[in-house]
């Protein structure tokens, strides 16, 4: 949708395919970062995007042991010092509002893009199914965002490098009170972890469990699944009765890959569809983003000159996409192993900071290199077309 509004600003004729009919889907993240604050800002969409229901988080704690630790401080940064929380429905209807502004944009709900269309080894558009029936879409450049279930990047024949993970998150809500914690906070114990994300009158949980254990816990009475979630965040009440079925929990089947190859001729991959990613840090919305910008970026002018864009053209993008993508998968990885493996794998002893990081964490400086690294990224990208 970025990229389709972006290229839409810049002059270019674009079409978006949805499949859905709308964008009001189960919880998928809701973290909109300051890299992308500030890229709404270029394009002058900030002060719509401000009139949306969201919440300023500026830090962050870990409870570990019995105590609450802040770990991420966004206070002092420039020039966002702050992440905001927005239903990802409404930030969608946004950015659809804003492409409909331009007469260039077509926005097509509930097309399914069911094939690419290769003549002579190269992409030449999408056939797709619609309510209407079968609707075939030729352009000069087509892009697969489709996500971390991608069928098109599968027909394009790229290839995938599987990270693994050793979790799923399950993901519900739970009412909040005025006595709860005003901290948006992940909990780590002896064998289990959860985040809970503060949205005013409502707690967005994730509760962390090993792989593949969503099914069997599926089986066991939801009471059961709301005291386990009561013994790791003892302020909730199990009492509320919520979540009340195991429909109210939405399983986020974690994983983490990237294609080696973003592009053939006439076909680019971005965002989750060329590297999906962890649940860790809440940055998959943001560097789709960035992925979406730099695309904006390099294929605008080609596309305006009514030229066929070369592959060169596409292999830049990831060029410039796959450093940023790299060092945050690593990331992710790092944490996955070395945090999440080891709190869920220990059952015994519960985990805690060493003396000398709490010393360090103590410090403003020091709690804003992580907010830095997951506000802003690596390689921010600026969007330097003009509308
Ligand atoms: C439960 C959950 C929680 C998450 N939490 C966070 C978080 O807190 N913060 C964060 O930054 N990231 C989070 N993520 C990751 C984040 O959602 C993704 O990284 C991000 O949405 C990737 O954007 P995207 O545009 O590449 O793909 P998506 O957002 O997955 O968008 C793909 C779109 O393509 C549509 N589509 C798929 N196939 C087709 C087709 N064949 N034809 C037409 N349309 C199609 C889909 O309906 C969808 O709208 C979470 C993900 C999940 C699942």
Redesign the pocket.
Known sequence: ??LGVLLARQGVNVTV????AD?L?????????PSTLEILDQIELLSEFEKLPHNKVRHLGVHIGDRLQEVVDFRGLRPFDYLAFVP?WDF?DLLADFGQRFENFDLRMQ????ELIIEDGKCVG?R?ESPEGPVEFRARVTVA????????REQAGLKVKEFGAPMD?L?FKVPRSEDHPDETFAIVGAGHMMIL?NRSDYWQA?YIVPKGADSELRKTPIGEFRRSVESVAHFLDDETGIPASWDDV????VRVDRLEKWHMPGLLV?????H??S?V?????????Q??VAAANKLGPALLRQEDVPEEVLALIQSRRILPTKIVQWFQIQAQKRVISAALSNRETPPSLPGWLRFLLRFRFVRNIPARFIGYGIRRERVDSER
């Not at 889907?25 to 970062?33: L, N, Q, Y």
């Not at 939405?250 to 089947?253: A, I, P, Q």
């Open positions: 949708m970025m395919l949805e499949k859905h964008f889907r189960d919880f998928r993240g809701d973290t909109v970062h990802q969608l097309h399914k893009a069911e999408i797709s965002c489709d996500g971390r279930y991608s069928a098109l998150v993901w994300l994730a939405k399983t986020l089947e971005i965002g989750d569809a060329a999906a990613m649940p840090g809440g940055v998959g919305i943001n560097l789709a983003i992925d979406a």
